[in-house]
């Protein structure tokens, strides 16, 4: 029942994980997620994502949502690291097609998609086999793999760093 037909997969999202319990809110920047056309395609046909620290004071919360909202970028409440985990993103593209060039499944002839979510690990493989594997990048839906179709991040440690970190 999805309402953004994507010609290249079925579903996309972004989700924030971490040691806090999230709420999935669309439009909403207290969402931990998102999906579809939340995402907000720009004229390249990429989607700028700011995902904003929870510690960031409820003052600076409205002056930098108005800003990013008016530069039609879509918004995450961040993780927290825990004792068992870190705050990490994980990106979803289901049912690629075989022209997305980012796509997670291998294409004859095409793309070499992610080797461990197919035939590049073996099946329960421990994480400790694939943290010290000698390229342990390429178990990973990374850059290496999945070229501009990757996540790109530019990490600002104020507000006021985002406007110089734009361009």
């Known amino acids: 029942d999805t309402t953004f037909a994507d010609s290249e997969a079925t579903y996309i999202s972004l989700t ?4 806090n319990v999230n709420i999935y809110k669309p439009d909403e920047p207290e969402s931990a997620s998102l999906a579809n056309a939340e ?6 046909g990429g989607s700028t994502i700011v995902v904003w620290s929870r510690r960031l004071p409820a003052r600076e919360r409205e ?6 909202r008016a530069h039609g970028w879509a918004l995450m409440r961040g993780g927290r690291v825990g004792p068992l985990t870190t ?12 022209s997305y060039y980012g796509g ?10 992610v080797p461990c979510y197919f035939d590049g690990a073996p099946q ?4 400790s086999e694939i943290e010290n594997a000698a390229d342990p990048m390429a178990y990973v839906a990374s850059f290496q793999n999945l070229g501009n179709a990757a996540p790109q991040g530019v990490h600002c440690a104020s507000v ?8």
């Open 16 to 19: 924030m994980y971490g040691v």
């Open 39 to 44: 995402f907000q395609p720009d004229v390249t």
């Open 63 to 68: 002056q930098f949502f108005a800003y990013a």
């Open 87 to 98: 705050a990490n993103l994980l990106l979803r593209i289901k049912r690629a097609n075989d």
């Open 104 to 113: 997670y499944t291998p294409v004859a002839g095409g793309r070499t998609g």
């Open 124 to 127: 329960g493989a421990l994480w």
């Open 160 to 167: 006021a760093q985002v406007r110089t970190a734009r361009a």
